[in-house]
């Protein structure tokens, strides 16, 4: 069975660096993306970016000047830090595996999500 | 960026009832469309992917549809545990951008 478990800081200044780190089991790591997908509270769902297990990022270009993901393939583990947060980083943030495969056609979608961590932003 | 759009943005139903959700492209996609729910505090849940594909696991009352820029989910017997947030998202280019959601409430 395979989950993702998350944790990091939930409380941020503005101009602090958001850091959240997300551990993997019961899956193979490499072979996949490993996303970062938030949601402000009663929003919809933005996608940040992912990290693959050598550490091969695609980034959201409207965040990519402030996001930074690696990984840590002995302990199955992605992190994400995004710098410079304002209150409109607040959210809930997800780890999610992104799934990729060709059959009749190109197959993308995130199959297993984690928890979801509230990073609140406030002076 | 291709964008995406769904309708209603909610609705009312009743147990029992057949819903159908709608999600538009901004441009063709093919059937790279997903279909997720989402439960208040909770992650979202895969439901459909490649437009039609039903995930293993999900009860085979839900259902997708459709190609190019226009798809469709359906509830053919909305069940309680059904009410939820719906999101489509298009997975044909980066980023994959989500729908703005279908909210599913009890008339």
């Known amino acids: 069975q395979v989950q993702l478990q998350q944790w990091g800081a939930g409380l941020l200044k503005p101009s602090e660096t958001l850091s959240l780190t997300c551990d993997v089991y019961?899956?193979?790591?490499?072979?996949?993306?490993w996303s970062w997908i938030r949601q402000p509270p009663g929003k919809g769902l933005e996608w940040i970016g992912e990290?693959?297990?050598?550490?091969?990022?695609n980034y959201n270009p409207s965040l990519k000047s402030r996001v930074t993901m690696s990984v840590h393939t002995s302990r199955n583990q992605i992190s994400l830090n995004l710098s410079s947060v304002t209150a409109a980083d607040t959210a809930v943030y997800y780890c999610a595996r992104h799934y990729s495969a060709y059959g009749m056609g190109w197959l993308n979608y995130f199959d297993y999500w984690g928890q979801g961590t509230l990073v609140t932003v406030s002076s | 960026d291709i964008q995406m759009t769904q309708s209603p943005s909610s609705l009312s139903a009743s147990v029992g009832d057949r819903v159908t959700i709608t999600c538009r492209a901004s441009?063709?996609?093919?059937?790279?469309l997903n279909w997720y729910q989402q439960k208040t505090g909770k992650a979202p849940k895969l439901l459909i992917y490649?437009?039609?594909s039903l995930q293993s696991g999900v009860p085979s009352r839900f259902s997708g549809s459709g190609s190019g820029t226009d798809f469709a989910l359906t509830i053919s017997s909305l069940r309680p545990e059904d009410f939820a947030t719906y999101y489509c998202q298009q997975s044909y280019s980066t980023p994959p951008l989500f729908g703005p959601g279908t909210t599913v409430d009890v008339k």
């Open positions: 441009q063709s996609i093919s059937t790279s």
């Open positions: 490649a437009a039609s």
């Open positions: 019961g899956a193979s790591f490499n072979g996949y993306y």
């Open positions: 990290v693959n297990h050598i550490g091969s990022t």
